[in-house]
């Protein structure tokens, strides 16, 4: 993976757009960092404790069907999706953007990734700016992170 602690760290949702726009295959991971992930290398499931064959990353590439749609939008989703992890998997775990090869999928359908380049961290700052991103959709009170927690 050959990982650097003096990754760049993307500030703005519209700076990650940019890069997502201009560099295909790129993935988001939410761990604590490059460095730490190198020395595992692969994933576990979290239900059955199996190996699994690269580490698991969601995608960030936009897809053909969102058309002309906002590209901030399209991340800000992706980074919602997950953005429980932080809290779930405990402290020094943030989001983290990377390239690599995929080498299957897990058991919720996410890539698992293998050679792994790391492009940089995701600042806090965006992920206040996709959640606020998300909740001004207009259905967004229909809608919300894949896990949620009762208040």
Known sequence: MNARHDLPVLR?????????QA?????????????ADEAIVESRDGLTGTRLPGLSADPLDVEPWWEDRSAELWVARRLYDYSHLPRDKGEGVRPWVLRGRVEGRGPDNE??????????????????E??????????????????????
């Open 12 to 20: 703005t949702l519209r700076e990650l757009a940019d890069v997502v």
């Open 23 to 35: 560099t295909p295959n790129l993935y988001v991971r939410w761990s604590r960092g490059p460095e």
């Open 111 to 128: 890539p698992l990734v293998r050679d792994v380049k790391p492009i940089g961290w995701i600042g806090e700052s965006v992920i206040e």
């Open 130 to 151: 996709a959640r606020r991103a998300v909740e001004e959709q207009e259905r967004a009170r229909e809608w919300g992170p894949i896990r949620r927690r009762a208040r």
